[in-house]
């Protein structure tokens, strides 16, 4: 099993539409959680942290389940410009730096 | 506020050539960095971190090293270049444990 999972997709999403991604991670002694947002041959950026209250940041909402060790992003409304590759990034081990990253999942948002 | 250099942007190089690619960051003290590759449509890979001045750790077997003279500042770096060596080369750093990772806009190499 990959330590960070996600489904490739792609996705094709039309505008104004409402989309959703899992990721699953390996290890229930994680500790850190993110979403990042990859545009096409450039680095990813932070999109948000996921809390374990979950959380919400305009049109997106991030969550997090603990015993089905999953994180998930839900996108509302969605515009042309959330096309992108979306990484889930776990913090695998307390006290190690390391952060994984998911080999991403693909959206793209037709008109 | 902290800021994130890597360079060059894209590098073209022939097979059995040296690599040396540079990330510094600044605006913090003492961050652990990372090198990471993505091949064309794949997720990343980590290669190094560091947590601190020479201190490395390596992830995976390969072609290349990692070095951490000062605080700020990471190299990446080959003897002899691969075919396989070529990908999206990621410098990134974070603050402390368990934050989130801020990325350099990276480099694109191709061996040749």
């Known amino acids: 099993r990959k330590e960070v999972e996600q489904d490739p997709g792609p996705f094709n999403v039309p505008e104004g539409a409402t989309v959703a991604f899992n990721c699953t991670y390996s290890?229930?002694?994680?500790?850190?959680f993110f979403w990042y947002r990859q545009d096409c041959r450039k680095e990813p950026k932070l999109l948000m942290s996921?809390?374990?209250s979950g959380n919400e940041d305009g049109r997106f909402t991030a969550q997090l389940n603990r015993a089905s060790q999953y994180i998930s992003l839900l996108i509302r409304d969605s515009k042309l410009s959330d096309s992108a590759t979306y990484l889930c990034?776990?913090?695998?081990?307390?006290?190690?730096?390391?952060?994984?990253f998911g080999t991403g999942t693909r959206l793209t948002i037709i008109p | 506020s902290q800021t994130i250099h890597q360079w060059p942007a894209t590098l073209v190089q022939p097979v059995g050539s040296p690599l040396s690619l540079e990330c510094t960051v600044e605006?913090?003290?003492?961050?652990?960095l990372y090198w990471y590759r993505q091949a064309a449509g794949r997720g990343l890979q980590l290669l190094f971190y560091?947590?601190?001045?020479?201190?490395i750790s390596s992830e995976v077997p390969q072609n290349l090293s990692a070095s951490r003279p000062q605080d700020r500042q990471f190299i990446l770096s080959s003897k002899k270049l691969l075919l396989s060596d070529s990908g999206f080369y990621l410098c990134?750093?974070?603050?402390?444990?368990?934050?989130?990772?801020?990325f350099g806009q990276g480099t694109r190499l191709t061996v040749v």
């Open positions: 990134a750093w974070t603050a402390e444990m368990n934050t989130e990772a801020f």
């Open positions: 290890n229930s002694a994680s500790q850190s």
């Open positions: 996921v809390y374990s």
């Open positions: 990034v776990v913090n695998m081990y307390f006290g190690n730096e390391k952060l994984t």
């Open positions: 605006g913090t003290s003492n961050p652990n």
């Open positions: 560091s947590v601190g001045i020479g201190q």
